[in-house]
């Protein structure tokens, strides 16, 4: 079972959407998938199109960890339905389930949880047989949750949108992982960082992407995920983008297609490190400059906790 922590140190940059891509397209390709909703927010529980009903939410079985029954408590996607409905899925290989995210899991949400609790949603995970994926949805810090959600993982995906604050932002949480390796989960491997909302035609987005395949050399993974138009409006509908009409959502869903190779090709991607940091503050700069550079962003301290 591949679990792998979506995360960002910086809010909004598409972590909750890019777990819904790879949702999507393991709902496609048939891939018995979980997706652990680990936001108070619980942005991608709404987005899976899951019906508030009689299961106890992640954070309240994160709280009586010894006895919960994670299996017993995941909802169905909402996106299984309407494939099936559909007939757009072969019978029996309909497996997208959510462990519902509720404001209550902020409880954990705090920068001295303790080393036992970092364990709880790991204790959780290893109760449940039968799903080949687990996806973590993380929120936008380096706080309990997303500590915990990484002590749980085999990989850690960040994501970055192609500005300066989140390259130095996602920087920083490279070096947080490295830092929470050493000291928790030497086997904890970074799967790589994932560039969402490019828009080919701005200089500046190609100037941080340049920027980036310098810091991070092959960990910057490919494809890159577009800016796309109508991305609200699909969210909105609580949609898969696999079931989304037009040529758009087409390509999109081939792009999360793509991306989820690197996370079932296990034999390929073996546990990886961190690059080592470049300069730091080298070519720090406006993003006007063109993009031929082994430049690195402007390094701020390695992030707390
Ligand atoms: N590739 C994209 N194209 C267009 N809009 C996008 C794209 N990716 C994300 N968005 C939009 O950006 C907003 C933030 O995305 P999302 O909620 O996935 O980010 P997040 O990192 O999960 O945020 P948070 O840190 O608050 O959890 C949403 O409105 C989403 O629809
Ligand atoms: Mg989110």
């Not at 909105?236 to 869903?253: D, F, L, N, T, V």
């Amino acid at each position: 079972m591949q679990v792998v922590s979506i995360s960002s140190l910086k809010g909004g940059v598409g972590k909750t959407s890019v777990t819904l891509g790879l949702a999507s397209a393991a709902l496609a390709a048939g891939i018995p998938t979980l997706v652990v909703d680990l936001d108070p927010h619980a942005d991608a529980t709404t987005g899976l199109g899951v019906r508030p009903s009689r299961q106890s939410d992640i954070g309240q079985l994160l709280r009586n960890v010894r006895r919960a029954d994670l299996a017993a408590n995941v909802a169905s996607s909402g996106w299984v339905a309407a494939a099936a409905a559909r007939q757009e899925l072969p019978l029996g290989r309909q497996v997208l389930d959510v462990a519902v995210g509720s404001a209550y899991t902020g409880i954990y949400d705090r920068p001295d949880l303790r080393r036992r609790d970092l364990g709880r949603l790991a204790k959780l995970l290893s109760k449940v047989e039968g799903y080949a994926l687990v996806l973590i949805d993380c929120p936008p810090s380096l706080n309990g949750l997303t500590r915990m959600a990484w002590m749980a993982s085999n990989r850690v995906l960040l994501v970055a949108e192609p500005s300066l604050f989140s390259v130095a932002g996602t920087e920083r949480t490279m070096r947080a992982l490295d830092l929470f390796r050493e000291e928790f989960a030497p086997e904890l491997a970074t799967a790589g960082v994932v560039a969402n909302r490019v828009r080919a035609g701005s200089s500046e987005h190609m100037y941080r992407m340049a920027e980036m395949r310098a810091m991070f050399g092959d960990l910057l993974l490919e494809p890159a995920i577009a800016e796309q138009a109508n991305w609200q409006q699909i969210q909105g509908a609580a949609h898969a983008i696999h079931q989304w009409p037009g040529e758009a959502a087409r390509q999109a869903a081939g792009v999360f297609d793509d991306l989820l190779k690197h996370f079932t090709d296990s034999g390929r991607r073996r546990h990886r490190r961190s690059p080592a940091p470049a300069a730091a503050g080298s070519t720090a700069g406006t993003g006007a400059a063109p993009a031929n550079t082994s430049a690195a962003a402007p390094l701020a301290e390695p992030a707390a906790g």
